[in-house]
Structure formats: structure tokens, C-alpha cells
């Protein structure tokens, strides 16, 4: 994937919004965002649980964009983050159901959504963020953006292998 094709992604989880579910029951996982992968996302959900995210990177922000897969679709999240950007985006939901962004050593900013899952499903989770990316120029542009910020830095983290996949389940 392109740095301009995994952009239109972001753009599409920054720019949408997102349901919050409830509930008696909910859960709240910690995803702890490191470079370049995540740890805590559990295998399975309940609807309602809650996902807050972490970053112990030092020098890179995070993000966690999910997105809920198509019923039908049974290829692994390594699978298809290997796909071109618009086939990859034809098979995911017209918005995501969180974004959520940590700076190093900063607390979760919930950009769509608050991390909480309404719908069953299953959910694929990644980070386009470029690598090397300042985090306060980072935050500064998308705060200022219509769609992913246009920052300075490397390939985005999902190259590196930050994607993850898990399902909510009723």
C-alpha cells in the first residue's frame, strides 16, 4: 500500500462517525500500542465492551482505527491489508466504529467514536500514521484537517506490521 492510499483509510476514520453501544455488562480493554504492534486486543468482545488505547512508544503517536468486516468476508487481517487500498476499503463498513489516537506518554484522544463496540462483528484494527511522524505536528494538522494530516515522516505503521483483528459478539 501507498502512503497516499493508506492516507484515503485514515481519512475515511477521521472523518466518520461512530455508534456507542450500552449496556449493563460492558468491559473496558487497555490496548497498549508499541512500535509497531498492539498487545490487549482480545480475541473476542462482548457488544458494549469498550476499548481504550495506550502508547509506550517513546517516540511515535499511535492510532487505532476499527473498522467492522463484512459478514462474508473469512480472509485474516494479514490477508487483507496486503490488498490495494480500494479493495481493502470496498470490504469494510462506509465508517469506523472507533479511532483513537495516544501520543507518546499522552493520554487516548477518541477522534470517532469513544472505543465502544455496538455492533457484533468481526473488526480488523490498524495504524496509518507515517513512521517518524512529530506527534504535536501530527495532532496540530488533524485538528486543523478535514482528512489525514499531511505530516512529514516515513511509510505508515501498518507496513511495519500494526494491525490487528478481533470480534464483538452479542
Avoid: K, W
Amino acid at each position: 500500500m501507498t502512503r497516499q492510499s493508506l492516507s484515503i483509510a485514515l481519512a475515511v476514520g477521521v472523518t466518520a462517525g461512530a455508534t456507542a453501544g450500552c449496556g449493563s455488562d460492558e468491559q473496558t480493554h487497555t490496548v497498549t500500542a508499541t512500535d509497531f504492534a498492539y498487545a490487549g486486543i482480545p480475541e473476542t468482545m462482548s457488544v458494549g465492551d469498550q476499548l481504550e488505547l495506550e502508547n509506550e512508544s517513546e517516540t511515535e503517536i499511535h492510532e487505532l482505527v476499527a473498522f467492522r468486516l463484512a459478514d462474508d468476508e473469512t480472509r485474516s487481517i494479514e490477508e487483507l491489508v496486503a490488498l490495494p487500498p480500494d479493495e481493502l476499503l470496498g470490504l469494510v463498513s462506509p465508517e469506523p466504529a472507533a479511532v483513537l489516537l495516544a501520543a507518546p506518554g499522552g493520554d487516548m484522544i477518541a477522534a470517532v467514536g469513544d472505543g465502544t463496540f455496538a455492533e457484533p462483528g468481526r473488526y480488523g484494527v490498524i495504524c496509518v500514521i507515517p513512521t517518524g511522524a512529530d506527534p504535536d505536528e501530527y495532532l496540530a494538522a488533524a485538528a486543523e484537517s478535514d482528512g489525514p494530516p499531511d505530516v512529514a515522516g516515513g511509510p505508515p505503521h501498518i507496513v511495519s506490521g500494526m494491525f490487528d483483528e478481533f470480534t464483538v459478539e452479542n
